[in-house]
């Protein structure tokens, strides 16, 4: 089935610094991407996604690009902040049974010192 | 300001016990889901639901039921629960859009303790 895999964390970087967090995906067909942040003690909420192979999302200055032919979508920012400290998670969209569910990585928990 | 709504923040309940979840949306979405979310293996489908009365079982769906009687309100079951069920419980919902898939909008999430 459908799956999704996001680099391990956590991840510590000082502030200013720049952002990579991998996530590779296995999917039958063409599926949407997204990644999802979670702050502490809030629920998920979308960051940015794309529908297409070589769509670029972007959010709050974080982007990520649909690579189709590296099955990945890797979120990058070039300079963090202390606010971005949340767990980032990586989805793809499974269409099944008449509606659309997203599969979702593992996550990674990103802490940013000042 | 679009709104999913989970009842409980955190509950503890002992083993044996039945807990219902409850999850209300103002938004008037389609569909609806819930997930459990436990360190190292991210977000995971239980049940989701589609349209009123209607349920399908997601990827864990085993000690788990769900009850979709309103558009607005999706609860989730545990019949019995047991320790292993100890969990944070996400709830989400999305619009209906063909083979598009809609953004999921989550509540802040219910934290069960089974002892």
């Known amino acids: 089935g459908n799956s999704v895999t996001q680099m391990e964390g956590p991840v510590t970087l000082s502030e200013e610094a720049f952002l990579t967090i991998n996530c590779t995906y296995t999917a039958t067909g063409y599926p949407s991407l997204f990644w999802y942040v979670q702050y502490p003690g809030e629920g998920l909420q979308l960051l940015l996604k794309a529908t297409k192979a070589d769509d670029k999302g972007s959010n709050k200055g974080f982007e990520a690009t649909y690579r189709k032919e590296t099955t990945s979508f890797h979120l990058e920012k070039g300079s963090v902040q202390v606010s971005d400290s949340a767990v980032y998670f990586c989805?793809?969209?499974?269409?099944?049974?008449?509606?659309?569910?997203?599969?979702f990585g593992q996550g990674t928990r990103l802490t940013i010192n000042p | 300001d679009v709104k999913v709504t989970q009842s409980s923040r955190y509950l503890v309940k002992r083993t044996g016990e039945k807990v219902f979840l409850e999850c209300v949306q103002d938004m008037d979405h389609e569909n609806m889901f819930w997930y459990r979310q436990d360190p190292g293996l991210g977000l995971r489908l239980i049940y989701f639901?589609?349209?009123?009365?209607?349920?399908e079982k997601g990827d864990i769906p085993e000690g788990y039921s769900v009850s979709r009687e309103k558009k607005e309100r999706f609860s989730l079951i545990l019949e019995s629960a047991s320790t292993n069920q100890t969990s944070m419980y996400l709830c989400?919902?999305?619009?209906?859009?063909?083979?598009?898939?809609?953004?999921?909008?989550f509540g802040e999430g219910s934290r069960l303790t089974v002892l």
């Open positions: 989400a919902s999305s619009l209906s859009m063909g083979l598009v898939a809609g953004e999921l909008f």
């Open positions: 989805a793809l969209s499974d269409h099944i049974q008449g509606a659309q569910k997203l599969v």
């Open positions: 639901s589609y349209d009123v009365k209607m349920k």
